[in-house]
């Protein structure tokens, strides 16, 4: 049978910056609150998901604004080039002296490129679950307590 974490023994670690005191109403406020002039109407779409739920995991700060609307840029983006690319097609044929070929548009590139940015951004926001373990500081330490974390 194994033991589960008792956490009146002080064992057990939140996750940094958890606010699970606050209503969504307040979370969804901070993020209205915080939102930065500038962004397109799209981007504010993307940041009216995203900022209230990095709220309620304490990563909505000022000194993560721009990582943030880079964030949000980039979905819109997305959002934007896939639309098209479905409206306009994905390839084209053109015609040489190899016959014809059927080839990627720019926009796929394009495309692709921002895909990239996508991951990177998710990655540095934790908004995937491995990135969001390696972002965990509070995680306990496999080999009992860092003799070095009041450093």
């Not at 194994?2 to 699970?20: C, E, I, L, R």
């Not at 981007?43 to 609307?69: H, N, Q, T």
């Not at 390839?91 to 016959?99: D, L, P």
Request: glycine fraction near 6%.
């Amino acid at each position: 049978m194994t033991k589960k974490a008792d956490p009146n023994k002080g064992n057990v670690s939140q996750f940094p910056g958890d606010y699970a005191g606050h209503s969504d109403d307040w979370h969804i406020q901070q993020a209205a609150d915080m939102r930065p002039a500038g962004l397109k109407a799209e981007e504010c779409d993307v940041w009216d998901v995203i900022a209230p739920e990095l709220s309620k995991v304490g990563r909505l700060k000022k000194l993560y604004i721009e990582v943030i609307c880079e964030y949000c840029r980039i979905v819109a983006k997305l959002a934007e080039a896939r639309e098209y690319l479905d409206r306009e097609e994905w390839t084209y044929v053109t015609t040489g002296r190899h016959g014809s070929q059927e080839k990627s548009r720019p926009e796929v590139a394009q495309l692709n490129d921002d895909w990239r940015k996508f991951r990177s951004l998710v990655s540095e926001l934790g908004l995937s679950p491995a990135a969001e373990k390696s972002l965990n500081s509070k995680q306990g330490d496999l080999f009992g307590p860092n003799p070095y974390s009041d450093l």
